[in-house]
């Protein structure tokens, strides 16, 4: 495997890559990789001749200094994890590489509307965070197609309509979220979690298959999503919220609409944990 952490062999590696024909699927992450950005890994192999896979601690989608601070950094587990994968590539740059100028002098992208709602109204600025570091990677990476997880379902569409609206030429492949056997979707903060907590927090996948059945079986959402709520604060959650919304542009459900998608998020000890589920009414 590759590594690299400047733009200039990156960019020289892709190119003569792309002289030799091959092509390029990107598995962009913040590393402390889990089964579930393997997962990924996989998925890319399927679409592409190279795999890229970029791990870089974005500063600029953190709007709590504490949270960047804590992000677990395992870089060589990491590294160790992603050569056994197979990957052809692996771009580990520093936040001097890719905001040279500083955050406040960086050029950014934001995606109206979709950003502002949900995740991007609990944390002010995260999408647009994600939206430029994606779109600054696409531009050094130029794959072919790249793959992020359906977890965070809101990300991956704002990631599709930034994706449609700069005319980028990049397939972009949502991925089924990874679980473990109790439905805990895989994700680097669980590390935050208890063993107590641990044994709680396969809750939020159950309360949203109830929600969805409830949905689906005729009850009001407002009532279903109610029910949801009432059942996780009975618990050691805090809920931040339940959405229930149309699946393809996450917009207010109509009576006509049949699918669609719950989108949760909850706060367990020092953990919040998002998660969504994809159903048909």
Not at 31 to 38: K, P, R, Y
Not at 78 to 87: A, C, N, T
Not at 185 to 193: E, P, V
Request: with cysteine; charged share 20%.
């Amino acid at each position: 495997m590759i590594v690299v952490s400047s733009k200039n062999e990156l960019r020289q590696q892709i190119k003569e890559w792309k002289q030799a024909g091959e092509t390029i699927a990107f598995v962009p992450t913040m590393g402390n990789l889990h089964s579930g950005h393997i997962s990924l890994v996989t998925e890319a192999k399927k679409h592409a001749t190279k795999v890229v896979v970029s791990i870089f601690v974005n500063p600029m989608q953190f709007n709590n200094p504490d949270d960047l601070t804590n992000y677990p950094r395992t870089l060589e587990e990491d590294s160790k994890q992603l050569i056994s994968e197979g990957v052809d590539m692996l771009f580990t740059p520093t936040p001097e590489i890719m905001y040279p100028k500083g955050l406040d002098a960086q050029t950014f992208i934001e995606v109206p509307g979709i950003s502002d709602v949900f995740c991007g109204a609990s944390r002010p600025g995260h999408f647009r965070g994600v939206a430029t570091i994606v779109n600054k990677l696409f531009n050094l990476v130029t794959p072919d197609v790249a793959c992020f997880g359906s977890k965070d379902y809101q990300q991956l569409q704002v990631i599709r309509l930034m994706v449609e609206d700069l005319s980028l030429d990049i397939k972009i492949i949502g991925c089924d979220t990874v679980r473990t056997e109790q439905g805990l979707a895989k994700s680097s903060r669980n590390g935050y979690l208890t063993p107590q907590e641990l044994e709680v927090a396969p809750l939020l996948y159950q309360t949203m298959k109830q929600l969805a059945r409830d949905v689906s079986g005729g009850m009001a959402i407002d009532k279903a999503v109610s029910n949801a709520t009432l059942t996780m604060n009975e618990s050691l959650f805090t809920t931040d919220y339940f959405h229930v919304q149309r699946a393809d542009d996450l917009s207010q459900p109509t009576d006509n609409d049949s699918e669609l998608v719950i989108l949760a998020a909850a706060q367990l000890g020092f953990a919040r944990l998002i998660d969504n589920l994809v159903f048909t009414r």
